[in-house]
């Protein structure tokens, strides 16, 4: 066996044991009416590769074969006649692990991004609810979409958030970290209870901050050298509104990021009880590597309907094999796979009126938001997509006077591949992240390092039985001695190119150890 044939065949074993992508992206093909909890029905596919690790029905409900942890992204228009509560929550076999709640009149978005564990033969599923008069817990797609995928059986991740928050008005918070619901980043990042977390380890992380608040606000990431914010204003001084922001970032050991708020008057605190609960802050590793793009469009649009330019780039990790980002906001797409889209942006509307924003795959409309309101507010045109080698993806809004502001502070796209579970990266740790692919790898390397040490064995059984033989030859004496000394330098060159090959072996297998620590 050749040194070649030995790398060629750990590349193909690293190939051959890649997880699955294991996604599911839907929407529910009607509106609801109800005037109490509904579950979000799931009776329109756009693609699902979950078979091998959940059972997705056309009630909305997912049942779960494999543990581990999965990411859902919900979200829906929902109306009132009046001003009055809209909800969000996800569920996990009946008990609830996150609440939106929304006031509002009219049509307004209410979205949910988190990821959490499930155990296998749970179920999880989203469900909404709208009260006052005329209620629409959802819109029909494409007002409404869902999408679900498996991360992983392990993930590097905090939760927690912020139990007593500094209630000071009209001036700039931090908040706090003075709970942990569940933490297995420790060796991945520190935290303070002042709401300072520093990364351990180079690499990228999601950031999933959200909060509720009342009256006109603000919530941003300070991530130096960025900052990311929201605006949710509001002419009605006692609505609650929800703030979101969930950003990939990619970040060096030693590198500090924070949330903060501004608030005219309430703050929503942290519960151990999700049902309570009115904040959370997810954090999770990603991995040493991570496709992602973030540009921003450098002038506002005035009023009307506009496509969000692309014309500075602040971070670009895919390169062109992925996808090709153009001036004019459009996007490429150079590699078939599921993406994540999110371009978040403000938006002002002179009076009393509805913001919109709408993204397109190819032309067809794939989400469109709604925010009735006045003056400046927050819109998020968000989505995991499926998509094929050259497609073509992009966003409009529309405002009557400001469709957004310019960037990057104010509005901003991330556009990431989002790979599946990959062997090749083992910076999370295999026996966490990917334990049953690890144990594969590892039984194959043992098995070639077992038949290696063989093949050198039986190379030296061989030589001792022909020198007896060729010793017993003695009118060939001559001839045998010359064979004998071509056996034995064969054997040496054996011996060096097979411990060459062991040493080979041993250091794949350190990667792969070093991974699972």
Request: include cysteine.
């Amino acid at each position: 066996m050749k040194l070649l044939v030995l790398f060629i065949t750990i590349a193909l074993l690293l190939a051959v044991t890649q997880a699955e992508h294991y996604a599911f992206m839907g929407a529910c093909k009607s509106h609801s009416r109800s005037k109490s909890w509904a579950t979000y029905c799931l009776n329109r596919v756009f693609s699902n590769t979950m078979g091998k690790v959940a059972t997705v029905s056309s009630n909305g409900k997912i049942k779960v074969k494999k543990s581990g942890y999965y990411r859902v992204n919900a979200w829906a228009i929902q109306h009132s006649g009046n001003e009055a509560d809209r909800f969000a929550r996800v569920m996990v076999s009946g008990k609830i692990v996150r609440v939106n709640r929304v006031q509002d009149t009219g049509w307004t978005t209410n979205r949910i991004e988190m990821t959490f564990y499930v155990k296998a033969g749970e179920t999880f599923w989203v469900d909404y609810m709208a009260s006052g008069s005329n209620p629409y817990p959802w819109h029909a797609f494409s007002h409404s979409s869902f999408s679900a995928m498996f991360v992983g059986g392990h993930i590097p991740m905090l939760v927690g958030g912020c139990k007593n928050p500094d209630r000071g008005l009209k001036s700039w918070k931090n908040q706090c970290f003075d709970t942990v619901r569940s933490n297995t980043m420790k060796d991945y990042l520190s935290y303070t209870k002042a709401g300072v977390f520093t990364a351990k380890k180079d690499g990228y992380y999601k950031v999933n901050g959200w909060l509720s608040m009342q009256a006109g606000n603000h919530y941003r990431l300070v991530a130096p050298p960025q900052t990311w914010a929201t605006h949710g204003n509001s002419n009605t001084m006692n609505r609650w509104r929800h703030h979101d922001l969930n950003f990939v970032y990619q970040l060096k050991k030693g590198q500090s990021f924070r949330f903060s708020y501004w608030s005219y008057r309430a703050i929503g605190a942290y519960a151990d009880e999700a049902s309570d609960s009115r904040q959370e802050v997810q954090i999770s590793y990603e991995g040493a590597e991570k496709r992602v793009y973030k540009g921003y469009c450098s002038g506002h649009r005035r009023g009307g309907w506009h496509v969000y330019c692309l014309d500075k780039e602040m971070f670009n990790s895919m390169g062109e094999q992925y996808m090709v980002p153009s001036n004019n906001g459009h996007l490429k797409i150079t590699k078939a796979g599921v993406y994540n889209f999110r371009t978040q942006a403000i938006q002002h509307f002179s009076g009393h009126g509805t913001t919109h924003s709408i993204f397109y795959v190819n032309g067809k409309n794939m989400g469109q938001n709604y925010y009735l309101d006045k003056n400046w507010r927050d819109n998020i045109a968000q989505g995991y997509l499926q998509l094929k080698e050259g497609d073509d993806v992009y966003v409009k809004f529309y405002a009557n006077n400001y469709a957004f502001h310019s960037g990057p502070y104010w509005s901003h796209m991330e556009f990431s591949f989002e790979e599946a579970l990959n062997l090749m990266d083992t910076s999370g740790g295999l026996t966490k992240r990917h334990g049953k692919e690890s144990g594969q790898l590892q039984k194959l390397l043992t098995t070639i390092e077992m038949k290696l040490k063989g093949e050198m064995k039986a190379a030296e059984i061989k030589t001792r039985e022909d020198s007896k033989i060729l010793k017993m030859k003695k009118r060939q004496f001559e001839d045998a001695t010359a064979a004998q000394d071509q056996e034995s330098t064969d054997l040496e060159e054996l011996k060096i190119r097979i411990n060459s090959e062991l040493e080979l072996i041993a250091k794949v297998k350190a990667l792969v150890k070093n991974g699972m620590n």
